[in-house]
């Protein structure tokens, strides 16, 4: 079969290889179409020892089955391998699995005609769910995980609140997606990127350039920083209200430090969510198909033997699309 493989630090290349023999409990998954994650640019750069070329990145997918008990179905897929068994996933948060290992990090991924995985990893489209927008059900599930962690900590319902959603990448997009249909009316995005703040406002949401523009300190309930770096954490820290919650959801880097004498004056909630569990990913499925998301004419469809152009022009920002789509 054909496969995008990572070959090394900015490069990636499309290479024929075998397909893997089925284990028991697994099934073989014909991919139909999967997603570009802002962790696969990561490893892309070489910034992520976990994932080591030459390998087959991708866990944003959607497909059919070959072989295995869904034979014939379409599905999208948990690309968290589990143990089912730790204290984690006994109590229903197996995004922390202390056994968890992961498609695209360490086994072959889904930028590839076909994958396999645990049967169990494997969840049912309906029919009225396209396979582009299935294969958003891995990143949406990351934001809806994040918005439904945040609510907990708010004085106040999270629709009553004043939201800033850092970055409008893909998980910031689809973060502002969530929130606008979860009621909340008083909801801006911020993000540097031109390109991205038109695809945002074309999408309905409202955007600003925090280098031109700077909301008052104080003036969030709410921030959702899914970008990750350091000049984001002290934009988050700044513009919290006392009493708010932050989410940090992005991974860019570690840098800097934090600013937790003003989270402790102003007694801030500072959180961090990790990927979703099964039944986000359910409940994303469902969300996706009731199309409440609006249009998602901010996804960009590419054949996967175009690959390493795909990769390009997301680094250099050459692209207004929030996701790149994959079809082998």
Not at 75 to 100: D, F, K, W
Not at 132 to 154: D, F, I, K, S
Request: aromatic share 4%; proline share 6%; net charge negative.
């Amino acid at each position: 079969m054909q496969a995008l493989y990572y070959v090394g630090p900015e490069q990636v290349e499309m290479r024929e290889t075998e397909e893997l023999p089925l284990a028991e409990g697994e099934s073989r998954v014909r991919i139909l179409a999967t997603g570009i994650c802002g962790s696969d640019l990561h490893a892309f750069h070489g910034h992520d020892a976990r994932r080591q070329p030459p390998m087959i990145l991708g866990h944003e997918a959607a497909g059919e089955v070959l072989e295995g008990p869904l034979t014939g179905k379409r599905v999208t897929m948990n690309p968290l391998i589990v143990c089912g068994h730790c204290e984690y996933c006994i109590s229903g948060r197996q995004n922390l699995c202390a056994n968890r290992t992961m498609i695209g990090m360490t086994r072959p991924g889904s930028f590839a005609e076909t994958l396999t995985i645990p049967s169990h990893c494997l969840i049912e489209l309906p029919d009225s769910l396209s396979a582009e927008a299935a294969a958003l059900t891995e990143p949406a599930a990351t934001a809806l995980h994040g918005v439904n962690r945040l609510a907990h900590y708010l004085s106040r319902p999270l629709s009553e609140a004043r939201v800033l959603v850092i970055g409008a990448g893909a998980i910031g997009l689809l973060t502002g997606l969530i929130l606008r249909h979860k009621g909340v009316r008083h909801l801006q995005l911020a993000e540097t990127n031109p390109l991205r703040r038109s695809t945002a406002e074309a999408a309905g949401l409202s955007t600003f350039d925090p280098r031109e523009e700077t909301p008052p300190t104080d003036s969030f309930e709410a921030v959702f920083d899914c970008v990750g770096s350091a000049p984001t954490r002290d934009m988050a820290v700044r513009f919290i209200r006392p009493g708010g919650a932050i989410m940090h959801l992005g991974l860019q880097d570690n840098k800097g430090g934090l600013d937790t004498r003003a989270i402790t004056l102003k007694e801030v909630a500072f959180l961090g969510a990790y990927t979703y569990t099964s039944a986000d990913l359910r409940a994303t499925v469902d969300l996706l198909d009731s199309q409440a998301l609006g249009p998602l004419s901010w996804v960009e469809v590419r054949q996967l033997k175009h690959g390493a152009a795909a990769f390009a022009d997301l680094v250099a920002s050459r692209t207004p699309a929030a996701k790149i789509i994959l079809k082998p």
